[in-house]
């Protein structure tokens, strides 16, 4: 898929992943799901119809990928009626020039921690993705900051970044 343009991002339909889960919980007894689709929140649309089915035919707690720079307050608030318990967000690094440059983030600081707002007002756990050995990152900065707001709610992971023969820079 990188480097290549392509138009849409495949999408499974809300009645094929409510089927799904609701197999999962009957056949195998479920009782939490993590939706680790980085495009979870994309379509607006999708969530709305999402979130009532669901709640009436699953009804068990998830947690799921949000992107700060399409967090709302109409689409937090369906996933918390949804019966979303948890949210990861990628966060990167602490330096907003090393996140955008170098991850293509194109997400502010601040629109992260008015993302952990969101979150945080409708009992949403917050989970953010953190990378420690960025280039040109500063492992105190990264370290001690605690991202003005972003942990408040919840809690960070951390992956160490290894850079590979070739990484083009």
């Excluded at 980085?38 to 969530?47: C, E, L």
């Excluded at 966060?91 to 090393?98: G, L, N, Q, R």
Aim: glycine share 8%; hydrophobic share 40%; with cysteine.
């Amino acid at each position: 898929i990188y480097g290549q343009t392509w138009a849409k991002v495949r999408r499974r339909s809300v009645d094929n992943v409510i089927e799904e889960a609701q197999w999962l919980k009957v056949e195998h007894g479920a009782e939490f799901f993590y939706f680790a689709d980085d495009t979870f929140i994309i379509h607006p649309a999708w969530i709305e119809e999402f979130s009532t089915r669901y709640r009436k035919r699953v009804g068990v707690p998830f947690v799921c990928n949000v992107r700060a720079n399409l967090v709302t307050d109409d689409l937090i608030r369906l996933l918390r009626e949804a019966g979303c318990h948890s949210a990861c967000m990628g966060v990167e690094t602490a330096d907003d020039e090393i996140r955008n440059l170098l991850f293509k983030r194109r997400m502010s600081k601040e629109q992260m921690i008015e993302a952990a707002g969101v979150l945080h007002r409708y009992g949403i756990k917050l989970y953010t993705a953190n990378i420690l050995g960025v280039p040109n990152g500063s492992l105190d900065i990264d370290l001690a900051l605690d991202h003005r707001g972003l942990t408040e709610a919840g809690y960070r992971t951390i992956q160490q970044l290894l850079l590979a023969r070739g990484y083009a820079q």
